[in-house]
């Protein structure tokens, strides 16, 4: 059974950039949460999506928007980066909500 | 809000040494409790959980047991390796959102 994928795996971006991360969750999974981490902050969660609907919300500005398609794939967006936004993004998907998470490797973006 | 205070580290610790990385709660109800590792360029891997009161939770000798009256779920191992050398992260999950984190423990074992 294949694990939650996350592309790309490496990101280098420009301040003021518009950047799209992808999650695929495992196969038959509906639940997908995204987090950033980063040394400072930790583990920080910044939204949660069931059937395509953004279930929950962390405190994140809008520039971070999320999307989850029918497939249950889900892509995150950021734009006007800052050089804050350098972090770890992790996607973790579940079979419904509340139950189990996995997480993918993770996609490491780095704003210059 | 949901919260978690873990122990800071890096806790460092030699080859075959016993290991106790501390976490306390506060959650509203009685969430279950999970412990994630983060190996170097990973991302996280649930070790092992437990959902309810007493519950003990175990995997590749590592053990907690869920505390309801101290609000504790502290991870606990018998001789660590230096394969164990990670960062860990205590989790309770009310099911009302997403987990919430503690700031994580940097696990550094030497040989």
């Known amino acids: 059974k294949a694990g939650v994928t996350q592309t790309p795996r490496y990101l280098i971006k420009t301040r003021g950039q518009q950047v799209t991360l992808s999650c695929s969750p495992i196969?038959?999974?509906?639940?997908v949460s995204w987090y950033q981490q980063t040394p400072g902050q930790g583990l920080q969660f910044l939204f949660e999506?069931?059937?395509?609907?953004?279930?929950n919300k962390g405190n994140f500005p809008g520039r971070f928007s999320g999307r989850q398609f029918s497939n249950s794939r889900s892509e995150m967006n950021v734009s006007t980066l800052e050089l804050g936004d350098s972090a770890l993004y992790l996607c973790?998907?579940?079979?419904?909500?509340?139950?189990?998470?996995?997480f993918g490797q993770g996609t490491r973006l780095t704003v210059v | 809000g949901d919260s978690v205070t873990q122990m800071e580290g890096p806790v460092t610790l030699s080859e075959e040494a016993f290991l106790t990385i501390n976490c306390t709660y506060t959650?509203?109800?009685?969430?279950?409790l999970f412990w994630y590792v983060q190996y170097p360029g990973e991302g996280l891997q649930l070790l092992l959980k437990?959902?309810?009161?007493?519950d003990k939770g175990s995997n590749k000798g590592f053990e907690a047991t869920y505390r309801k009256e101290t609000t504790s779920f502290h991870l606990e191992k018998g001789s660590v390796q230096v394969s164990d050398s990670a960062v860990y992260f205590c989790?309770?999950?009310?099911?009302?959102?997403?987990?919430?984190f503690g700031s994580g423990t940097r696990l550094q074992v030497q040989p």
């Open positions: 973790a998907s579940s079979l419904y909500v509340n139950t189990e998470a996995f």
């Open positions: 196969s038959g999974h509906r639940s």
């Open positions: 999506y069931f059937s395509e609907t953004q279930r």
């Open positions: 959650a509203t109800g009685y969430p279950s």
């Open positions: 437990a959902t309810k009161a007493d």
């Open positions: 989790a309770p999950d009310t099911g009302r959102r997403a987990l919430t």
